[in-house]
Nanobody, 117 residues
Framework: QVQLVESGGGLVQAGGSLRLSCAASGSGSSINVMGWYRQAPGKQRELVAHITRDGSTDYAVSVKGRFTISRVNANNTVYLQMNSLKPEDTGVYYC???????????WGQGTQVTVSS
């Protein structure tokens, strides 16, 4: 089993930066893709970015050029560097990971990011 624990959320002014971290414990070798979703109040959860084991990345259009996702496979940790934050980036950010061998997703408990205007 895999457990994901996020950290790094908080309150920041527009234009500021935050760095989210997500550490996976348990059966880390079973992890394939890692990434981040977010959910704003009253909206559906949306993909922010993800990264494969070999480092291939993909981003939502709304965050391209401002956010950078990275990971360290040795300790099963994924990071999300968020720069030039906007009020519309506000939401709960969830770390997720997919299993390499079966169709199964793991989720963290979420961390709140609030960007004030």
């Amino acid at each position: 089993q895999v457990q994901l624990v996020e950290s790094g959320g908080g309150l920041v002014q527009a234009g500021g930066s935050l760095r989210l971290s997500c550490a996976a414990s348990g059966s880390g070798s079973s992890i394939n893709v890692m990434g981040w979703y977010r959910q704003a109040p009253g909206k559906q959860r949306e993909l922010v970015a993800h990264i494969t084991r070999d480092g291939s990345t993909d981003y939502a259009v709304s965050v391209k050029g401002r956010f950078t996702i990275s990971r360290v496979n040795a300790n099963n940790t994924v990071y999300l560097q968020m720069n030039s934050l906007k009020p519309e980036d506000t939401g709960v950010y969830y770390c997720y990971a997919t299993n390499r061998w079966v169709k199964y997703d793991y989720w963290g408990q979420g961390t709140q990011v609030t960007v004030s205007s």
